[in-house]
């Protein structure tokens, strides 16, 4: 008996799959170093950047002006306490006059205003002090209130209201009540109402007043007030 066949199975293959290649990893990008910054520069690199820099005459003025003015800041600067104390002290501090000059206004200021009496006082505001100048009347000086010294700011309310209006550059005008010797002067020559004004009469210079006495209350004290100024303003320098 014939041998059958043996038939064998046809072996199958192992399907390889293709991987599709890789990509090249990309490339790093350089690193690129920043110069390390350039340390700052002394006074001396200063000056010859300062001395680079200048290269027209328009320039250099500038630079000779700026220093200029610093010089002149740092020394204003550093006296600035005898600097300031000179400038007020000519500001609000002016004199008055010699005594001759102020009975010659005030004889004037007597006839225009027609009044009765003029007092002229020199006051020391540090001081609360007042010394009478010029005590004046239709005849002649008085000589002896001349000299006499008070106090500016006083017991009396109606001098001490003068006194305020007076340093805020007012003319104070109403009935008058005599508060110590000189206005009992002033009261024994008929006197019921008077005007007092600073001398000069801006805020924040007085170095006195002017007093003036009248028999009765003016009719325009607008005119009275504007002459007492223009004198008051020229009895000081």
């Known amino acids: 008996m014939a041998r059958a066949a043996i038939k064998k199975k046809p072996v199958k293959k192992a399907v390889v799959r293709k991987t599709a290649a890789s990509a090249p990893a990309p490339a790093k990008p350089a690193v690129v170093e920043a110069p390390a910054p350039k340390p700052p520069g002394g006074p001396l690199d200063k000056a010859l950047d300062l001395v680079k820099w200048i290269d027209t005459p328009f320039k250099l003025a500038t630079v000779v002006l700026l220093g200029v003015l610093s010089l002149v800041g740092v020394i204003v600067y550093n006296n600035q306490d005898k600097v300031i104390g000179s400038l007020t002290a000519r500001e609000s501090m002016p004199e008055l006059l010699a005594d001759e000059r102020l009975s010659s206004m005030s004889r004037e200021l007597l006839r225009d205003l027609r009044a009765e009496t003029i007092i002229v006082h ?19 000086r008085f000589a002896p209130l001349e000299g006499q010294k008070g106090a500016f700011f006083s017991g009396s309310p109606a001098r001490n209201r003068a006194a305020v209006a007076m340093l805020n550059g007012e003319v104070l005008c109403e009935g008058f009540q005599a508060s110590s010797e000189v206005g009992d002067w002033i009261t024994a020559r008929g006197v019921v109402f008077a005007c007092r004004g600073s001398i000069p009469p801006e805020p924040g210079h007085m170095a006195g007043y002017i007093s003036v006495g009248f028999k009765q209350e003016p009719r325009d004290l607008i005119a009275v007030k504007a002459r007492i100024n223009q004198t008051a303003r020229e009895m000081a320098r």
């Open 122 to 140: 020199q006051i020391d505001l540090a001081k609360n002090a007042r010394i009478t100048r010029i005590a004046q009347s239709a005849d002649g």
